[in-house]
């Protein structure tokens, strides 16, 4: 067999890029990139992606670190915004705001408005509020009101005072007394203008006593009958006093109401939440119609407020603004770079309160999904499967359409203390996942919704060819990057020495790298030591420089391993030949390094039948692709020299000192 066709002249080990192909001298005459070089597949599936607008069709972006998924996506997103737009079309973006639900208080409603509206909806309720208060107190202050009420009041004790006269009068014809004491009523015998004594009375006759005691028991009755009555007088005109308040309180804010309620009259889930706040309004009059009290002192460090001394009455007043797009130009886009349950989902807040906790409507937060209801939503894929119970929820989000605020807690099958179960949001969000290929074969596998949810992948390509065409975008790419952070330009040379890292990035002479992330790093270290000596504009020394460095950096365990070949620990031998033995080299991984080990191959052959025997495999320190050879190697063995007869041969096969 002649192996010297398979020879590679070192000239032809790596190639080498000629500088004078370049049309200019330094990247300052380049015009910077605004486009992405060579992911032409992933952007139509984003593009398509973004266009469809039916369930189903959110993006997972596949593809290694430092191609560029993330800016290609806000890229096009950005310019798919313009293109609808300009054609006049419009996205439905609204503002999200949760009230107080009056039939169930645990269950705060939410209340869509116009983008910019659910500020001043808020606002207004505030100043209705303010002004309903001053308004009360001041009606409830007047001195008609004061006059009306002491009508009322004296009406009603002139009435109790009658009947007590009447009785009075009976009771003394009848010989008794009626005394008033802080038990109650007392019916004391009178005879000749005297009360009399319970000796008097003991001395009396029997018939007299008895005479006595059924004149009492008759009034007694009389006497609870005119305590029944006042009872029925002071209901009456506590009934009555209200009545005349909750009219009076009606008079007073109905002008207020009905100001608020023309306002907002296109708005649908406004006018019912006005009705009821209205009806509660006149049912808590006493909690309105006092002027403000000044606010108590701590109790034991803690600030006293309203809720520490019973329930707020301004509470159901307070508009919780949950997602506010007044500042949004256009639809939210919304990246989370920390998609946990309560940045992505929103959360309960509570505050302490004498021993437990407790929360309302006002305490609602919300999370990323929220925020990017009627736009965009970019996450990433590996820390989204990493949070525990996000993935399920973002699942059901998705397939329901609706997002509402639950308790981490209880996802995990724990108690939450006093929950809330706010009203879910409807909503309409575009999600776009950045993870990698592996994720994406994954989830596709063994997730059976995920083909549901996730029916476009945008695949982006490590390497591109190396055309003249792409070599050009390469270096304008290199300009972009100059001028973005500041950077001394490159001159021809730079550009070329950049794009030959590049093509030895994906081992291929005929390609280039579309990492630009760790190109770009290249860039910035070799400015660097431009910077350093001074130069007016980097070249090819200082682009080595900057790749020499980055290799000394990382390559300690590179070292090490030529050191004890150097010394004499790892047996290397580089002249001579030996029968069995062979030199061959392993090439390490560590991540941020890769590097070649050479190693010494002992083949050993001996009597019997065993065939081949792979050492590295039975001590468990070989892989996949090296065992595969040995076993090609046994089987060509076997097909070249035993067709005729059992190959009877032990060899033993052995990668030494690894």
């Known amino acids: ?16 890029c000629d500088p004078s192909k370049f049309d200019f001298e330094c990247t300052e005459e380049l015009a910077p990139l605004h486009e992405f070089i060579g992911q032409d597949r992933a952007i139509r599936a984003i593009e398509f992606g973004l266009s469809m607008t039916r369930d189903g069709y959110n993006i997972y972006l596949a593809g290694l670190t430092g191609t560029g998924k993330t800016s290609v996506a806000k890229t096009y997103i950005s310019k798919l915004i313009d293109e609808r737009e300009k054609s006049g079309e419009s996205y439905h973006v609204s503002d999200w705001c949760y009230i107080y639900d009056f039939a ?4 705060p409603r939410i209340l869509e408005l116009r983008k910019g509206m659910g500020r001043v909806f808020r606002d207004d309720v505030a100043g209705l509020l303010h002004h309903l208060k001053r308004d009360l107190a001041k009606a409830f202050s007047s001195e008609d009101y004061k006059a009306q009420r002491k009508a009322i009041i004296e009406a009603s004790q002139v009435r109790q005072q009658e009947s007590f006269s009447h009785l009075r009068s009976a009771a003394a014809k009848k010989g008794f007394l009626i005394q008033m004491s802080q038990t109650g009523a007392a019916l004391v015998p009178v005879k000749d203008g005297k009360t009399l004594a319970q000796e008097d009375f003991m001395a009396l006759s029997e018939r007299a006593r008895k005479s006595i005691e059924k004149n009492r028991n008759a009034l007694r009755k009389d006497l609870e009958a005119l305590f029944e009555d006042a009872q029925d007088i002071e209901r ?3 009934e009555q006093l209200q009545e005349a308040d909750r009219n009076l309180a009606d008079r007073t804010i109905a002008r207020l109401f009905d100001a608020l309620a023309k306002k907002y009259e296109d708005s649908a889930g406004v006018l019912p939440y006005l009705t009821d706040l209205k009806s509660y309004t006149l049912d808590k009059v006493d909690s309105f119609k006092s002027p403000q009290e000044e606010k108590p002192e701590a109790v034991l460090g803690l600030a006293a407020d309203d809720s520490r001394l019973g329930s707020d009455p301004a509470v159901p007043f307070q508009v919780n603004l949950f997602v506010d797009n007044s500042a949004t130009e256009g639809p939210p886009i919304v990246t989370e770079t920390n998609p946990n349950y309560v940045n992505l989902f929103g959360k309960i807040e509570r505050k302490f309160v004498f ?7 006002t305490m609602l937060k919300p999370g990323a999904l929220h925020l990017a209801n ?16 996000v993935w399920p929820a973002l699942k059901r989000a998705l397939k329901t359409r609706e997002m509402g605020i639950e308790e981490p807690f209880e996802q995990m099958g724990l108690v939450a203390p006093q929950g809330l179960r706010p009203r879910p949001i409807p909503i309409d969000v575009k999600v776009i996942l950045i993870g990698d290929a592996s ?13 549901e949810i996730f029916k476009v992948k945008a695949d982006f390509n490590y390497e591109v060819s190396r055309t003249p065409e792409n070599m050009r975008s390469f270096a304008a790419f290199i300009a972009g990057c100059c001028e973005g952070c500041e950077l001394k330009h490159f001159d021809r040379t730079a550009v070329a020495t950049v794009m030959e890292y590049a093509s030895r990035m994906v081992a291929d002479q005929e390609k280039l790298s579309s990492r630009f992330a760790f190109i770009k790093e290249l860039v910035e270290e070799a400015e660097y030591w431009a910077r350093k000596e001074g130069a007016k504009l980097v070249n090819a020394t200082h682009v080595r420089r900057a790749i020499e460095e980055r290799r000394f950096r990382h390559n300690l365990p590179d070292e090490r391993l030529r050191d004890m070949i150097t010394d004499g620990t790892i047996l290397i031998d580089t002249q001579g030949s030996v029968v069995g033995q062979v030199n061959g080299l392993s090439i390490y991984s560590l991540g941020d390094i890769m590097f070649g080990k050479p190693s010494r191959i002992t083949c050993r052959t001996f009597l019997g039948r065993n065939g081949v025997i792979n050492i590295e495999r039975e001590a468990n320190l070989s892989g ?8 090609i190697m046994s089987g ?3 097909w070249r020299y035993a067709q005729d007869a059992p190959l009877s041969l032990s060899a033993s096969l052995c990668f030494e000192q690894s």
Do not use: C
């Open 439 to 451: 994720l994406y074969q994954l989830l596709s596998t063994y997730d059976e919704d995920f083909w």
């Open 355 to 361: 021993g437990g906790y407790v929360s309302d409507h």
């Open 374 to 389: 009627g736009g965009y939503l970019l996450l990433s894929a590996v820390d989204v499967v990493a949070n525990p119970t």
């Open 236 to 238: 009456a005109t506590g």
């Open 1 to 16: 067999m002649d192996i010297s066709r398979h020879e590679i002249p070192a000239d032809k080990l790596r190639w080498q």
């Open 624 to 631: 996949s692709t090296h065992d595969k050879g040995v076993l």
């Open 636 to 638: 060509y063995l076997g």
């Open 104 to 107: 169930r208080v645990d269950h």
